[in-house]
């Protein structure tokens, strides 16, 4: 029966870990850019935190076996319970700590002086180094869970105590899963991040006292009857019947192997299926919902078939299951084909049904590996300690180090060179080999036949660039970035999502905001580089133009849109720098006259709500000239959405000026601390240099730069009726609105 209360603490523990390193992640996203570098750095830190709690816990339950021989054998499991208790309780004080440390490391960072004589490098080992300083403590305690709950089953639940390891992953790892749908898909939306944490930590304290009471039940119970229970388990350390024959190094092996893979395809994943999914939260919800959902199936499975005994070690066995989940590995090639008969979405304009679609060919694509991995790393951890919590510590750390190197290869190394096709190949390629070479022998037909198989997967399946027969692709660690006119027009699409179009609008963008200034403009920020255009036009008035891009391939692409787009990247007023918006604003000290930014589509994407909230404008105010004008481009959404940035615009400005665009649909903002004159069509015409005046009506014919403003001019909004258009606060970075509405929208559909 007690067993049942160390499931319901590892259920709620995986939900609060997941809930934990996704609201941190977010949290550290907005202190210090939203970059690949900085999200492997925060992933990579939880990752290493696990791995040195568990190593840490297991020698140390080890110690505590052995400092209690010859005592009330209570005493062996109390203790671990009792530490177990204060960890769940530790890590409960994160849900304030972190968020206050994080807080302090970006303003320390601020004050360091010029963070531009810093440098990318040395910028991120400073912010790496103090993510790490912050969230190490709470993610050793993390890890240190699964070795001291083990070591209390150890002493109390006799035989069973073989197989804790896979008893407490599968309930970690269902939590989890509920931790993900939880929390992405209600928490966020009704709480915030930091009333999201403020929760989470509450069920972390009902653990910890929950524990605490059932050590104290547990000292009260007879010693005899705990001694009965001792009886039934392994001796410390011991491996029984085949496993001892086992190769310990080729078992520490697979479980290296089996974490790097499964993290570096999740990684893969992402890319591989946003064209399908979008690039809302939602999508990244369902997708690791389904990764972890999947492998506590095959979890479950696994402990199911083994009917409460370890099964005998059998290498060939292993073998061929290796072999298998490669094979499993291949099927998100067939998952993510455009050809498959599943309709194809349209990721800049998510629908509700979209992620239903989604869903089934993420579900198609992921099920039978994950399930696969979920019953290979249990089933092999389980082998390796036989109960034992100081070797399950170890094991579970390789495995987690793993994690923690799969990612990396796969971001930093595999995609930017080869793309998820054969990202994919290389990780499959790397469990058919651990088969024969780790875990023994397998029948030359079976590996024949699954080589066999593997190649047709390759051969006969599409990418989704596929669909561009005419296409520049280029990959970096940010992005797959596909430049293409193949359907009759140019598209720039990144990870599949339809960035930006060639339209006057992106122009507007500039000319608007410069022909309103009271003088001549001395410099110009372009936020967001797209196709180029804005900061093509940008140049046209012959001023200093800084572009800030996040995805490194974008740039380099100007040249397919724009024929003189190579010639102005050279121009000595021009300067492209590859870095967060957002962090670019904080760490450069010089002043603007005009900044722009056309934040990437669609208004709903993961991390989009940077680039519209509170804090976003307070460093945009900041980096203004006085007199100077920021336009921010909307393109439109829900009325809720366009009412909580209106409202997040007027209140970090004083004068704000809305207009909808020359095509009929979304809205100029402009906002500045001064005044923005009223002028006549003909007036702002006037003021622009002769190249701006020709870029500005480049694609249109028959209408002169005073026909465009005039277009333009006739169809301001006043600032309060956008803001009236729905009932909504000013968005900020902890209340993302735009990015969480899926109980708004269905409630509202419901009344």
Same mark, same amino acid.
């Given at each position: 029966?007690?067993?049942?209360?160390?499931?319901?603490?590892?259920?709620?523990?995986?939900?609060?870990?997941?809930?934990?390193?996704?609201?941190?992640?977010?949290?550290?996203?907005?202190?210090?850019?939203?970059?690949?570098?900085?999200?492997?750095?925060?992933?990579?830190?939880?990752?290493?935190?696990?791995?040195?709690?568990?190593?840490?816990?297991?020698?140390?339950?080890?110690?505590?076996?052995?400092?209690?021989?010859?005592?009330?054998?209570?005493?062996?499991?109390?203790?671990?319970?009792?530490?177990?208790?204060?960890?769940?309780?530790?890590?409960?004080?994160?849900?304030?700590?972190?968020?206050?440390?994080?807080?302090?490391?970006?303003?320390?960072?601020?004050?360091?002086?010029?963070?531009?004589?810093?440098?990318?490098?040395?910028?991120?080992?400073?912010?790496?180094?103090?993510?790490?300083?912050?969230?190490?403590?709470?993610?050793?305690?993390?890890?240190?869970?699964?070795?001291?709950?083990?070591?209390?089953?150890?002493?109390?639940?006799?035989?069973?105590?073989?197989?804790?390891?896979?008893?407490l992953y599968v309930a970690n790892v269902l939590g989890a899963a509920g931790g993900t749908l939880t929390s992405g898909f209600v928490l966020v939306e009704l709480?915030?991040?930091?009333?999201?944490?403020?929760?989470?930590?509450?069920?972390?304290?009902?653990?910890?006292?929950?524990?605490?009471?059932?050590?104290?039940?547990?000292?009260?119970?007879?010693?005899?009857?705990?001694?009965?229970?001792?009886?039934?388990?392994?001796?410390?350390?011991?491996?029984?019947?085949?496993?001892?024959?086992?190769?310990?190094?080729?078992?520490?092996?697979?479980?290296?192997?089996?974490?790097?893979?499964?993290?570096?395809?999740?990684?893969?994943?992402?890319?591989?299926?946003?064209?399908?999914?979008?690039?809302?939260?939602?999508?990244?919800?369902?997708?690791?919902a389904v990764y972890l959902a999947a492998t506590c199936l095959g979890s479950m499975t696994y402990r199911l078939a083994a009917r409460g005994e370890a099964p005998?070690?059998?290498?060939?066995?292993?073998?061929?299951?290796?072999?298998?989940?490669?094979?499993?590995? =291949?099927?998100?090639?067939? @998952?993510?084909?455009?050809? +498959?008969? #599943?309709?194809?979405? %349209?990721? /800049?304009?998510?629908? &509700? *049904?979209?992620?239903?679609?989604?869903?089934?060919?993420?579900?198609?694509?992921?099920?039978?590996?994950?399930?696969?991995?979920?019953?290979?790393?249990?089933?092999?951890?389980?082998?390796?300690?036989?109960?034992?919590?100081?070797?399950?510590?170890?094991?579970?750390?390789?495995?987690?180090?793993?994690?923690?190197?799969?990612?990396?290869?796969?971001?930093?190394?595999?995609?930017?060179?080869?793309?998820?096709?054969?990202?994919?190949?290389?990780?499959?390629?790397?469990?058919?080999?651990?088969?024969?070479?780790?875990?023994?022998?397998?029948?030359?037909?079976? =590996?024949?036949?699954?080589? @066999?198989?593997?190649?047709? +997967?390759? #051969?006969?399946?599409? %990418?989704? /660039?596929?669909?561009? &027969? *005419?296409?520049?692709?280029?990959?970096?660690?940010?992005?797959?970035?596909?430049?293409?006119?193949?359907?009759?027009?140019?598209?720039?699409?990144?990870?599949?999502?339809?960035?930006?179009?060639?339209?006057?609008?992106?122009?507007?963008?500039?000319?608007?905001?410069?022909?309103?200034?009271?003088?001549?403009?001395?410099?110009?920020?372009?936020?967001?580089?797209?196709?180029?255009?804005?900061?093509?036009?940008?140049?046209?008035?012959?001023?200093?133009?800084?572009?800030?891009?996040?995805?490194?391939?974008?740039?380099?692409?100007?040249?397919?849109?724009?024929?003189?787009?190579?010639?102005?990247?050279?121009?000595?007023?021009?300067?492209?720098?590859?870095? %967060?918006?957002?962090?670019?604003?904080?760490?450069?000290?010089?002043?603007?006259?005009?900044?722009?930014?056309?934040?990437?589509?669609?208004?709903?994407?993961?991390?989009?709500?940077?680039?519209?909230?509170?804090?976003?404008?307070?460093?945009?105010?900041?980096?203004?000239?006085?007199?100077?004008?920021l336009q921010q481009w909307f393109p439109g959404g829900e009325a809720v959405t366009l009412a909580s940035v209106a409202r997040s615009v007027t209140e970090s400005?004083?004068?704000?000026?809305?207009?909808?665009?020359?095509?009929?649909?979304?809205?100029?903002?402009?906002?500045?601390?001064?005044?923005?004159?009223?002028?006549?069509?003909?007036?702002?015409?006037?003021?622009?240099?002769?190249?701006?005046?020709?870029?500005?009506?480049?694609?249109?014919?028959?209408?002169?730069?005073?026909?465009?403003?005039?277009?333009?001019?006739?169809?301001?909004?006043?600032?309060?009726?956008?803001?009236?258009?729905?009932?909504?606060?000013?968005?900020?970075?902890?209340?993302?609105?735009?990015?969480?509405?899926?109980?708004?929208?269905?409630?509202?559909?419901?009344?």
């Amino acid at each position: 029966m007690r067993l049942r209360w160390y499931f319901a603490f590892f259920f709620l523990s995986g939900f609060c870990s997941l809930v934990y390193e996704v609201v941190w992640l977010r949290i550290a996203m907005a202190q210090f850019g939203v970059t690949t570098p900085l999200v492997s750095t925060v992933l990579s830190v939880f990752m290493a935190g696990l791995a040195l709690g568990s190593r840490a816990a297991g020698r140390l339950t080890g110690r505590i076996d052995t400092g209690a021989a010859g005592q009330p054998d209570h005493r062996r499991f109390v203790l671990p319970l009792r530490l177990y208790a204060l960890t769940e309780l530790l890590i409960a004080t994160s849900a304030f700590v972190v968020p206050a440390m994080l807080g302090l490391g970006h303003r320390l960072l601020l004050r360091a002086g010029d963070q531009t004589a810093w440098g990318s490098p040395r910028y991120y080992l400073a912010s790496g180094s103090w993510i790490a300083l912050t969230l190490l403590p709470f993610c050793i305690c993390m890890g240190a869970t699964f070795p001291l709950a083990m070591a209390v089953i150890r002493g109390t639940a006799g035989e069973a105590s073989r197989r804790s390891f896979s008893y407490l992953y599968v309930a970690n790892v269902l939590g989890a899963a509920g931790g993900t749908l939880t929390s992405g898909f209600v928490l966020v939306e009704l709480l915030g991040f930091r009333g999201t944490l403020r929760v989470t930590a509450l069920l972390n304290v009902g653990i910890g006292v929950a524990a605490m009471v059932l050590s104290g039940m547990e000292a009260g119970s007879s010693d005899a009857a705990v001694a009965t229970a001792r009886e039934d388990s392994p001796p410390s350390g011991a491996l029984r019947g085949p496993s001892v024959a086992s190769p310990r190094a080729g078992l520490l092996a697979l479980l290296f192997i089996t974490g790097l893979v499964s993290m570096a395809m999740e990684v893969v994943w992402v890319r591989q299926f946003t064209p399908y999914l979008g690039t809302v939260v939602y999508a990244f919800a369902t997708l690791l919902a389904v990764y972890l959902a999947a492998t506590c199936l095959g979890s479950m499975t696994y402990r199911l078939a083994a009917r409460g005994e370890a099964p005998a070690w059998d290498a060939t066995g292993i073998g061929h299951a290796l072999l298998v989940a490669g094979l499993f590995g =291949l099927l998100p090639l067939v @998952a993510a084909d455009p050809r +498959l008969p #599943l309709p194809l979405i %349209d990721p /800049a304009n998510p629908q &509700p *049904h979209d992620l239903v679609v989604g869903g089934m060919r993420v579900a198609l694509g992921l099920l039978l590996f994950c399930g696969a991995i979920g019953i290979i790393t249990p089933m092999i951890v389980d082998h390796y300690s036989s109960g034992d919590p100081d070797r399950a510590g170890t094991a579970y750390s390789v495995n987690v180090l793993g994690c923690i190197v799969g990612p990396l290869l796969a971001s930093l190394v595999l995609l930017p060179a080869v793309g998820e096709r054969w990202s994919i190949a290389v990780l499959a390629l790397l469990l058919f080999a651990a088969g024969p070479l780790v875990a023994g022998r397998v029948k030359t037909g079976a =590996l024949a036949g699954t080589g @066999a198989v593997a190649l047709v +997967l390759l #051969l006969a399946t599409q %990418d989704y /660039a596929d669909l561009y &027969p *005419h296409r520049i692709v280029r990959r970096d660690y940010e992005a797959s970035v596909i430049a293409t006119d193949s359907n009759g027009r140019k598209e720039l699409l990144v990870n599949g999502v339809g960035i930006t179009a060639l339209t006057p609008i992106t122009k507007m963008m500039v000319h608007l905001p410069m022909a309103f200034l009271g003088s001549p403009p001395r410099s110009v920020l372009v936020l967001c580089f797209g196709m180029g255009t804005s900061f093509r036009s940008a140049l046209s008035w012959g001023v200093p133009t800084t572009a800030v891009e996040l995805v490194p391939s974008v740039p380099a692409l100007i040249g397919f849109y724009h024929a003189d787009g190579p010639r102005l990247l050279e121009s000595p007023l021009a300067r492209v720098v590859i870095d %967060d918006a957002r962090r670019f604003l904080e760490r450069s000290p010089a002043q603007y006259d005009i900044i722009t930014i056309d934040p990437p589509p669609p208004v709903e994407a993961a991390g989009s709500s940077f680039l519209y909230s509170r804090e976003f404008y307070a460093l945009t105010r900041a980096r203004l000239r006085p007199g100077g004008i920021l336009q921010q481009w909307f393109p439109g959404g829900e009325a809720v959405t366009l009412a909580s940035v209106a409202r997040s615009v007027t209140e970090s400005f004083p004068h704000v000026r809305v207009f909808q665009s020359i095509e009929g649909w979304g809205f100029h903002f402009l906002a500045s601390d001064s005044p923005i004159a009223e002028a006549s069509a003909s007036t702002l015409a006037g003021r622009l240099p002769a190249r701006a005046s020709s870029d500005l009506v480049e694609w249109w014919q028959n209408i002169d730069p005073e026909t465009a403003f005039g277009k333009v001019l006739e169809q301001e909004v006043a600032p309060e009726r956008v803001e009236a258009v729905a009932a909504a606060p000013a968005l900020e970075d902890d209340r993302p609105i735009n990015e969480y509405y899926l109980l708004r929208r269905v409630f509202q559909a419901g009344e």
